[in-house]
């Protein structure tokens, strides 16, 4: 993702429920009209490439790097550059594809599942990290990152494929904050229940706080999809090149204000 690409802003869509109401199971992603985001604007100069957005508890927006461990924080009302840190000095290089907020923790992985753990920076700031291999990169590539309250554990969604096991499903894994472990067998969906042709390839992955879903971006193939988490596909939708080209990053918050 180059500087000229917008990161763009989908609000919810009028005459929806755009407030948490309890025991609702219906979709996340009827809320949004994609093809007309309320908002976008151009990257920060700085950010030549993101692979991921989140949200801290306060409503601010980190994204990050894609080939280093530094993180910046965007004021998504101007569209400006607030300020960047760093995992290590010199920063920590890696393929980096996912990015979430936990609490006073900012948590990094790369391709490979590897887990990079440390607090908010001040601008220029080079902080202590802590790692974690998860394992995950044995049985697939990891693209996303987000957490699951509710079990306090972090979801890393798979790009591809490594494991006979795996072939022609996208599978989720479950990693526990509080053990620091992975937790037993991935969800898995199969492929063709996404996209009957031309496959479904995860670029990034958040959880919808209202139905307690998981969003799905496929960059590649310019999709969005909801999925339960047991696997269910709930519903899809398209993404036009023109509103969220190389969708990579996506973020929801607290008034369900979607950013991708």
Not at 44 to 72: C, K, M, N, W
Not at 107 to 133: A, H
Not at 175 to 184: G, P
């Amino acid at each position: 993702m180059d500087a000229r690409v917008a990161i763009t802003v989908a609000t919810v869509g009028l005459g929806l429920v755009a407030e948490p109401i309890a025991g609702q199971t219906g979709s996340a992603l009827g809320r949004y009209v994609f093809d007309e985001p309320a908002a976008d604007w151009r990257l920060p100069g700085r950010l030549r490439e993101i692979s991921g957005l989140a949200l801290t508890p306060d409503g601010r927006l980190f994204a990050h790097d894609d080939e280093r461990a530094v993180i910046y924080e965007i004021d998504f009302v101007e569209g400006e550059f607030v300020k960047g840190w760093a995992f290590g000095d010199p920063p920590e290089r890696g393929d980096f594809e996912g990015i979430e907020v936990v609490g006073d923790r900012v948590w990094l992985v790369t391709s490979d599942g590897r887990l990079y753990e440390g607090r908010e920076g001040e601008d220029d700031e080079r902080v202590l990290f802590n790692t974690y291999g998860t394992g995950v990169g044995r049985a697939c590539e990891v693209e996303g990152l987000v957490h699951e309250p509710s079990n306090d554990v972090l979801l890393l969604v798979c790009k591809t494929a490594r494991t006979a096991e795996l072939e022609g499903t996208i599978a989720i894994y479950r990693w526990s904050l509080e053990a620091r472990a992975l937790l037993d067998f991935p969800i898995t969906v199969p492929r063709d229940e996404l996209v009957a042709e031309g496959g479904f390839s995860p670029s990034g992955i958040e959880r919808d706080p209202v139905t307690g879903h998981y969003l799905l971006l496929a960059a590649r193939e310019e999709r969005i999809a909801e999925i339960d988490p047991t696997g269910r596909v709930i519903e899809m939708s398209d993404l036009s090149r023109e509103a969220h080209p190389q969708a990579e990053g996506i973020a929801i918050g607290d008034d369900l204000t979607l950013f991708i």
